[in-house]
T-cell receptor, first 117, second 112 residues
Framework: GAVVSQHPSWVICKSGTSVKIECRSL??????MFWYRQFPKQSLMLMAT?????????EQGVEKDKFLINHASLTLSTLTVTSAHPEDSSFYIC?????????????FGSGTQLSVL | GENVEQHPSTLSVQEGDSAVIKCTYS??????FPWYKQELGKRPQLIID?????GEKKDQRIAVTLNKTAKHFSLHITETQPEDSAVYFC???????????FGKGITLSVRP
């Protein structure tokens, strides 16, 4: 299957700081990437759809100024959690579709566990 | 929007038995239904998927069935093994629209 790389795999930060998470498609170009958030023992909740070269589309209830998404190239999307607070602690995971391979199936990054102290 | 329901939330089976996990969806326009397996702290892994023009698909011990009329689809795992223990998520999307809606997940435990 197609490979999606996510970095870092875990991060601990102080309240009020910002954290950037990177998502890369390693062997394909992804015009669209998706960012999900997952709380322990819960499902994947879509936060936003990241579109290369344009603004991200955020799901209802997700603060766009809080979760900044940049998709500057066909292989990289970043999620920045600004002024992080303990309630932002969660597992963040990106995904991408490989339109020219695997019949457009969705592949996930390895996820980032964010802990805000 | 699409709503995907998954029941039950937990399932325990004896090794070697079969496990069936069922999901229902609400949007009749949905035409792509993948199943993901997620182990603790790991990324979801696509294990099988089905499109609306097919009623059943098999891959070794895993199969998925789709009933478009009733708007439900099921994951079937035969000859379960302890390594099948994980959380399984179903999802649905309209193919042209890449957004996937996930069910809440089911924790499958396979007892040795």
């Amino acid at each position: 299957g197609a490979v999606v790389s996510q970095h870092p795999s875990w991060v601990i930060c102080k309240s009020g700081t910002s954290v950037k998470i990177e998502c890369r498609s390693l062997d394909f170009q992804a015009t669209t990437m998706f960012w999900y958030r997952q709380f322990p023992k819960q499902s994947l909740m879509l936060m936003a759809t990241s579109n290369e070269g344009s603004k991200a589309t955020y799901e209802q209830g997700v603060e766009k100024d809080k979760f900044l998404i940049n998709h500057a190239s066909l292989t990289l999307s970043t999620l920045t959690v600004t002024s992080a607070h303990p309630e932002d602690s969660s597992f963040y995971i990106c995904s991408a579709r490989a339109p020219d391979r695997e019949a457009g199936k969705l592949f996930f990054g390895s996820g980032t566990q964010l802990s805000v102290l | 929007g699409e709503n995907v329901e998954q029941h039950p939330s937990t399932l325990s089976v004896q090794e070697g038995d079969s496990a069936v996990i069922k999901c229902t969806y609400s949007d009749s326009a949905s035409n792509y239904f993948p199943w993901y397996k997620q182990e603790l702290g790991k990324r979801p892994q696509l294990i099988i998927d089905i499109r609306s023009n097919v009623g059943e698909k098999k891959d070794q011990r895993i199969a998925v069935t789709l009933n478009k009329t009733a708007k439900h689809f099921s994951l079937h795992i035969t000859e379960t093994q302890p390594e099948d223990s994980a959380v399984y998520f179903c999802a649905a999307s309209i193919w042209a629209n890449s957004k996937l809606t996930f069910g809440k997940g089911i924790t499958l435990s396979v007892r040795p």
